[in-house]
């Protein structure tokens, strides 16, 4: 076997200078070194990739649920826009028992009457209310029962029996306000 040609001059003294055993036992713990840093980033990547799937998925549920949510909210909007148009109100108004009003007087800030108020006309025929039954949840709320008309009194019959007390005006139930979403 062929041996090594001695170092000359300037590469003799430096050699000199490191030990010839030990650059075999100085690379191995770079090389280790290397190879956890490696695999660190390798894991690393792993479980920053499993968090970002875990969070698009998460992301894709939540589209989801906002879009069904935008979808009831447009349809409460729908409903809301049938029940107050115009011809609704009348309609409904008609079924408790309403007439259109007169002519309007105003009063002024001095207390004077402005216009000349007129009465509402009378209907052709009153229309009972509609049926319990047939009201829809949210018209039970705003239903008020129709006015009834008070009774013409009753001419005394004899002198000592006490007139009979007024009935009791009827309790109206108060609707109850619900917020409207996205308002």
Do not use: C, H, Y
């Not at 690379?27 to 894991?43: A, D, E, N, S």
């Not at 949210?138 to 009979?164: C, E, G, I, N, Y």
Request: charged share 15%; net charge positive.
């Amino acid at each position: 076997m062929s041996r090594k040609p001695e170092p000359k001059g300037r590469a003799a003294r430096l050699t000199r200078l490191l030990p010839a055993g030990r650059a075999q036992a100085a690379r191995t713990p770079f090389v280790l070194l290397v190879v956890v840093l490696l695999g660190g980033g390798l894991i690393g990547l792993l479980v920053l990739n499993s968090a970002l799937s875990e969070g698009s998925f998460e992301l894709a549920d939540l589209q989801k649920q906002t879009k069904n949510l935008t979808d009831q909210e447009q349809a409460l909007q729908r409903d809301i826009d049938a029940f107050s148009s115009p011809d609704a109100l009348q309609r409904r108004a008609r079924q408790l028992g309403m007439v259109p009003g007169g002519d309007p007087a105003f009063l002024g800030p001095d207390g004077t009457v402005k216009g000349v108020p007129g009465a509402a006309p009378e209907p052709a025929a009153l229309t009972a209310p509609a049926a319990p039954g047939a009201l829809t949840p949210a018209d039970a709320l705003t239903a008020v029962p129709a006015p009834t008309a008070p009774a013409p009194p009753a001419p005394p019959s004899t002198p000592a029996a006490p007139a009979p007390a007024p009935p009791a005006p009827p309790v109206l139930p108060q609707p109850i306000p619900t917020p409207t979403p996205g308002r």
